[in-house]
T-cell receptor, first 115, second 114 residues
């Protein structure tokens, strides 16, 4: 079975400071990992993904994420937060070695960036 | 514009009624998905389809039904058997030739049972 944990319901950060949104995963094989962002009453927007290769993945809007296999983590980061980054962030995983072709999502982390 | 459309945006249902949520995509994607979103629970998979005329149950399929008669369309019916249908429903699609392709999401339908 595949699962994702986002241990923080909410993260608060001041504008201009670096931000981190945490994600850990569990799969029996090798993971495909994704980050999505959701603004109020909207669908999810894709930010970035890790498939293979470089552990540091760069995505949209200045976000990046670091894959750490030993810690089974895929934390989302941004060097300097903007107020407009305030939204709900979801981590998702798919086990590339199983037959299930759909993603499993975490419960989401609400990011609040204060001006 | 290419993308995924869902209708209606808001839907109200009386208890005991079936309702159908529409999802259409013009991205030429093979795979389509339905998720349910409840506060604090993230997204849970209801059904997915990798190809026309074929679909699989997700984690919470009870009380729901789907059809996939056309590549572009994947409607979801919420039946009266679904005991707690009030939620935000999201449709998504992706290329199916590789399992690492990201999913694209529609804007969602908010269903409320009166």
């Amino acid at each position: 079975a595949q699962s994702v944990a986002q241990p923080e319901d909410q993260v608060n950060v001041a504008e201009g400071n670096p931000l981190t949104v945490k994600c850990t995963y569990s799969v029996s094989g090798n993971p495909y990992l994704f980050w999505y962002v959701q603004y109020p009453n909207r669908g999810l927007q894709f930010l970035l993904k890790y498939i293979t290769g470089d552990n540091l993945v760069k995505g949209s809007y200045g976000f990046e994420a670091e894959f750490n296999k030993s810690q089974t983590s895929f934390h989302l980061k941004k060097p300097s937060a903007l107020v407009s980054d305030s939204a709900l962030y979801f981590c998702a995983v798919r086990d590339m070695d199983t037959g299930r072709r759909a993603l499993t999502f975490g419960s989401g982390t609400r990011l609040q960036v204060q001006p | 514009d290419g993308g995924i459309t869902q209708s209606p945006k808001y839907l109200f249902r009386k208890e005991g009624q079936n309702v159908t949520l529409s999802c259409e995509q013009n991205l030429n994607h093979d795979a389509m998905y339905w998720y349910r979103q409840d506060p604090g629970q993230g997204l849970r998979l209801i059904y997915y389809s990798q190809i026309v005329n074929d679909f699989q149950k997700g984690d919470i399929a009870e009380g729901y039904s789907v059809s996939r008669e056309k590549k572009e369309s994947f409607p979801l019916t919420v039946t009266s058997a679904q005991k707690n249908p009030t939620a935000f429903y999201l449709c998504a699609s992706s290329k199916a030739e590789s399992s690492y392709n990201e999913q694209f999401f529609g804007p969602g339908t908010r269903l409320t049972v009166l």
